[in-house]
T-cell receptor
Framework: AQTVTQSQPEMSVQEAETVTLSCTYD???????LFWYKQPPSRQMILVIR??????QNATENRFSVNFQKAAKSFSLKISDSQLGDAAMYFC??????????????FGKGTKLSVKP | NAGVTQTPKFQVLKTGQSMTLQCAQD?????MSWYRQDPGMGLRLIHY???????DQGEVPNGYNVSRSTTEDFPLRLLSAAPSQTSVYFC?????????????FGPGTRLTVT
């Protein structure tokens, strides 16, 4: 079964600086998708960025980018120019391409990011 | 377009009571799911559905029932509430569960069982 591990329960960053959140996963599949979700204090889950495993190019969304290392099964999230509004819980998630009972999102336990002014 | 809606937002139950958490989506999504979120545990899948009339168990299904009679609605029933079911519950939907489609989440229900 696939697993997702976020080894940093909490992280802190100074406003305007860069921070990287780590995520590793375990799978025997070659075709899958990876996601980062943000959960601010409002509790709403918001998709930050997604990566298709067959794409070598790392995904980027404005200040958010990923470092996807398929062989190492690593999927880290880099937040540049951190803002106070980036303070949230961040979840890494995995989904297979094959659907059915295997197609559910598998979440890591989350990393709580604090941003210091 | 309301997205995914959940009611109620907060609920307090006594041990042994039953209740239904409501979930609806207006995006014509095939796939719907229920998660519970507990501190330090991330989101754990309770039940899911890949279409009307089709449901299946997730990682933590005990004590919960679901049904999916329409594409739009996916209620979660607590049969006999226990303190261990104190949690935040999220309903989510996506076009399907076969690829990179975004999963949209409802605002969550905070449930306390005393």
């Amino acid at each position: 079964a696939q697993t997702v591990t976020q080894s940093q329960p909490e992280m802190s960053v100074q406003e305007a600086e860069t921070v990287t959140l780590s995520c590793t996963y375990d799978t025997s599949e070659s075709d899958y998708y990876l996601f980062w979700y943000k959960q601010p204090p409002s509790r709403q889950m918001i998709l930050v960025i997604r990566q298709e495993a067959y794409k070598q190019q790392n995904a980027t969304e404005n200040r958010f980018s990923v470092n996807f290392q398929k062989a190492a099964k690593s999927f880290s999230l880099k937040i540049s120019d951190s803002q106070l509004g980036d303070a949230a819980m961040y979840f890494c998630a995995y989904r297979t391409s094959y659907g059915g009972s295997q197609g559910n999102l598998i979440f890591g336990k989350g990393t709580k990011l604090s941003v210091k002014p | 377009n309301a997205g995914v809606t959940q009611t109620p937002k907060f609920q307090v139950l006594k041990t042994g009571q039953s209740m239904t958490l409501q979930c609806a989506q207006d995006m014509n999504h095939e796939y719907m799911s229920w998660y519970r979120q507990d501190p330090g545990m991330g989101l754990r899948l309770i039940h899911y559905s890949v279409g009307a009339g089709i449901t299946d168990q997730g990682e933590v299904p005990n004590g919960y029932n679901v049904s999916r009679s329409t594409t739009e609605d996916f209620p979660l029933r607590l049969l006999s509430a226990a303190p261990s079911q104190t949690s935040v519950y999220f309903c989510a939907s996506s076009r399907n569960n076969r690829g990179g489609y975004e999963q949209y989440f409802g605002p969550g229900t905070r449930l306390t069982v005393t």
